[in-house]
T-cell receptor, first 116, second 118 residues
Framework: AQSVTQLDSQVPVFEEAPVELRCNYS??????LFWYVQYPNQGLQLLLK??????LVKGINGFEAEFNKSQTSFHLRKPSVHISDTAEYFC??????????????FGPGTSLSVIP | DSGVTQTPKHLITATGQRVTLRCSPR?????VYWYQQSLDQGLQFLIQ???????AKGNILERFSAQQFPDLHSELNLSSLELGDSALYFC?????????????????FGAGSRLTVL
């Protein structure tokens, strides 16, 4: 079974500073990887996804993530954060399958707080 | 607006009661997923339906049940409610068309139904 670990439950960072949110996964088969963001009092929305190909994936709002198969990691980065990036960030994994019936498993989340 | 509609937005009820949460997926999406989000458990996968059929089951209690109807909307039924069932319940949908070359489930989430059990 797949699982996702997000090592940091809370990450405070000053505005305009860079940030990295860490994600590690466990799976015995090939996977798809995702980052979702949840703003206060809202549902989750997709930031970016890795399906195959280039290991560096760019998403919305200036975020990017790098897939590292040997380290089973998919860390999320942004070179300069804004106040509006304050939110909960979830890493997620699903098995890579020809048909897309597989469930998506989420990590526990990392709360990013951007300090003015 | 994500296109996934969940009702009700808020629900307050008492222990031992039964409630039904409803979800209408985004137009064209055939799969519906239910997740429970609580402070201590995080985002837990409950169950997945594809075109009316159950496809995967997660940590769903026996007191909970779900179904997906022919018009693709889904309902999550929670019975014999306990204090610990208080949580945000999210529905998500994805396209999931058979034969897609990439089987990635990109989920579109609704705004959630907040259940408070007193």
């Amino acid at each position: 079974a797949q699982s996702v670990t997000q090592l940091d439950s809370q990450v405070p960072v000053f505005e305009e500073a860079p940030v990295e949110l860490r994600c590690n996964y466990s799976s015995s088969v090939s996977v798809y990887l995702f980052w979702y963001v949840q703003y206060p009092n809202q549902g989750l929305q997709l930031l970016l996804k890795y399906l195959s190909g280039s290991t560096l994936v760019k998403g919305i709002n200036g975020f990017e993530a790098e897939f590292n198969k040997s380290q089973t990691s998919f860390h999320l980065r942004k070179p300069s954060v804004h106040i509006s990036d304050t939110a909960e960030y979830f890493c997620a994994v699903s098995r890579s399958m020809k048909t897309s019936y597989d469930k998506v498993i989420f990590g526990p989340g990392t709360s990013l707080s951007v300090i003015p | 607006d994500s296109g996934v509609t969940q009702t009700p937005k808020h629900l307050i009820t008492a222990t031992g009661q039964r409630v039904t949460l409803r979800c209408s997926p985004r137009s064209g999406d055939l799969s519906v997923y239910w997740y429970q989000q609580s402070l201590d458990q995080g985002l837990q996968f409950l169950i997945q339906y594809y075109n009316g059929e159950e496809r995967a089951k997660g940590n769903i209690l026996e007191r909970f049940s779900a179904q997906q109807f022919p018009d693709l909307h889904s309902e999550l039924n929670l019975s014999s409610l306990e204090l610990g069932d208080s949580a945000l319940y999210f529905c998500a949908s994805s396209v999931d068309r058979t034969g897609r070359p990439s089987g990635a489930n990109v989920l579109t989430f609704g705004a959630g139904s907040r259940l408070t059990v007193l």
